[in-house]
């Protein structure tokens, strides 16, 4: 189990590339949404909304985390710094762009 994926250097470091692609793409998806909202954020609020969003998809109680991202989103708003109709225009345009990338990928 564990000890064979331990084991296996080069997977690791696959897999930790992998994560730090997909990591950086949805940086940038996020920061293009935000430059097309004209909501102006630090690089660091950008951080944190998409750690919360990754964070929120570990809760799985409806398909695709619909509604738990947003609730979660909506409860840090004044951390990340961003008003409740930001967050739910940034929400609706990140599963609308989310939906074209998976179908393109089919």
């Known amino acids: 189990g564990l000890k064979n994926i331990f084991s296996a250097k080069i997977f690791i ?8 692609i997909i990591f950086v793409i949805t940086f940038i998806i996020s920061f ?4 097309s909202l ?10 944190l909304y998409n750690c919360l969003s990754g964070l929120s998809m ?10 738990i991202k947003e609730s979660i989103l909506l409860l840090y708003k004044d951390v990340i710094g961003i008003e409740s ?11 609308v762009t989310t939906i074209l990338i998976v179908s393109a990928l089919r």
Do not use: C, E, H, Y
């Open 13 to 20: 470091w696959k897999l930790i590339l992998v994560i730090s």
């Open 32 to 35: 293009l949404i935000l430059m």
């Open 38 to 47: 004209k909501i102006d954020l630090s690089f660091f609020n950008i951080l």
């Open 58 to 67: 570990l809760i799985s109680l409806t398909p695709a985390s619909i509604g």
């Open 85 to 95: 109709s930001q967050i739910l225009s940034m929400a609706i345009i990140d599963r």
